[in-house]
């Protein structure tokens, strides 16, 4: 079955700075992947999301996110951190033909210091 | 927007008690998810439905159950809430093949 690493479960940065979450995946294929952000007792909102093609792949919020075959990777990153950025950050993969079922890891939270 | 409610947002009830998280879409979506969230771990999928008449559980075992008897709604159920049931339970529905979700806010249930 596939899996999702997330392997820091809390990082704070300043405002301003640069920001990357790591994500990595174990799956034979490369699958449909996925970030998420949750703020304080919301749902979730797709950031962005990866099927084929480009491996730099552009979202909301200036929100950008690298695929690495090789790594097995799907890391997120924004060039400068947003106050109203602080959240809990969820990647994401879907099987692809396996009918929209996500699996998720187990989040970041991200803290951002004024 | 994405638009997918979900009731009640937050429930205390007491142990023995049935309960019914609602969950409604109006996207004309045919597939639609149930997940659990407990506070610093993953998602799990409880439920799932492709269609009317479809449900399917999910990865992780729950004793809730689900009904799909109209597209748009996808109530969850537990017959004997207990306080393990304790948990967020999010709704999520979707479109496309490609596992793009639409998430709704989510029903914090407490369990005493």
């Known amino acids: 079955a596939q899996s999702v690493t997330q392997p820091d479960i809390h990082i704070t940065v300043s405002e301003g700075a640069s920001l990357e979450l790591r994500c990595n995946y174990s799956y034979g294929a490369t699958p449909y992947l996925f970030w998420y952000v949750q703020s304080p007792g919301q749902g979730l909102q797709l950031l962005l999301k990866y099927f084929s093609g480009d491996t730099l792949v552009q979202g909301i919020k200036g929100f950008e996110a690298e695929f690495k075959r090789s790594q097995s990777s799907f890391n997120l990153r924004k060039p400068s951190v947003h106050w109203s950025d602080a959240a809990e950050y969820f990647c994401a993969v879907a099987l692809t033909g396996g009918g929209n079922k996500l699996t998720f890891g187990t989040g970041t939270q991200l803290k951002v210091e004024l | 927007e994405a638009d997918i409610y979900q009731t009640p947002r937050y429930l205390v009830i007491g142990t023995g008690k049935k309960i019914t998280l609602e969950c409604s879409q109006t996207?004309?979506?045919?597939?639609m998810y149930w997940y659990q969230q407990d506070p610093g771990m993953e998602l799990h999928l409880i439920h799932y439905?492709?269609?009317?008449?479809?449900?399917e559980k999910g990865d992780l075992s729950s004793e809730s159950t689900v009904s799909r008897i109209r597209t748009e709604h996808f109530p969850l159920t537990l017959e004997s809430a207990r306080p393990s049931h304790t948990s967020q339970y999010l709704c999520a529905s979707s479109g496309s093949f490609t596992g793009e979700l639409f998430f709704g806010e989510g029903s914090r249930l407490t369990v005493l």
């Open positions: 439905s492709y269609g009317v008449n479809s449900t």
């Open positions: 996207m004309g979506h045919d597939k």
